[in-house]
């Protein structure tokens, strides 16, 4: 049986390694535990950001879904008491018309249509004398004209929207063309 030897330099060797080796997986496992505490506070940072994202979605979705829903709530509202103008003009011509008072009733519910729409972003699109543009106007025919230059608008048949500069509806028009040339006859 062999015996320590005191003082052995070998033996202080074997265990200044071990002694080095136990430090070392200490160490080693207090970064391992380390690791693994914050990779788990990672994945908790990871589902709590994925639930928010999950429910900023859910809001947008709910926000926009009544966005659709109600976006003419405000336009409907304004418009109510133009048709309460409107009924209320066409009950008074229950009995005898004064064609005057009938009259000023739609200038004025006119007036307060036109002050809703203005309100709203719609815009009128009367072209009548201006220059042709096709992407406000729909020609509806062409007629010849020598008195003003061609592709200018001679009439509209019905009036254009655009709604927040965004054309709505097109303004129905007739459009002016060169006058033809006579030539005077040729004496044969």
Do not use: C
């Amino acid at each position: 049986m062999e015996t320590a030897v005191p003082n052995d330099p070998n033996t202080n060797n074997v265990e200044a390694a071990n002694a080095t080796e136990s430090e070392e997986i200490v160490e080693l496992r207090r970064l391992l535990e380390e690791s693994q505490a914050k990779a788990e506070a990672n994945w908790n940072d990871l589902l709590r950001a994925r639930a928010e994202i999950e429910n900023r979605r859910r809001r947008a979705e709910r926000d926009l879904e009544g966005a659709h829903k109600f976006a003419l709530e405000r336009f409907s509202s304004d418009l109510l008491p133009v048709r309460d103008s409107l009924e209320l003009g066409l009950s008074a011509v229950s009995g005898t018309i004064d064609v005057a008072k009938l009259r000023e009733g739609m200038e004025l519910t006119l007036k307060a249509l036109t002050g809703v729409m203005s309100k709203f972003g719609i815009r009128e699109v009367n072209p009548i004398n201006e220059r042709f543009n096709p992407e406000l106007h729909q020609a509806m025919t062409v007629q010849p004209n020598s008195t003003v230059p061609p592709n200018t608008i001679l009439m509209v048949y019905q009036k254009g929207y655009t709604l927040n500069d965004r054309l709505i509806r097109p303004a129905l028009v007739i459009v002016s063309q060169s006058a033809p040339q006579t030539n005077p006859p040729q004496p044969s």
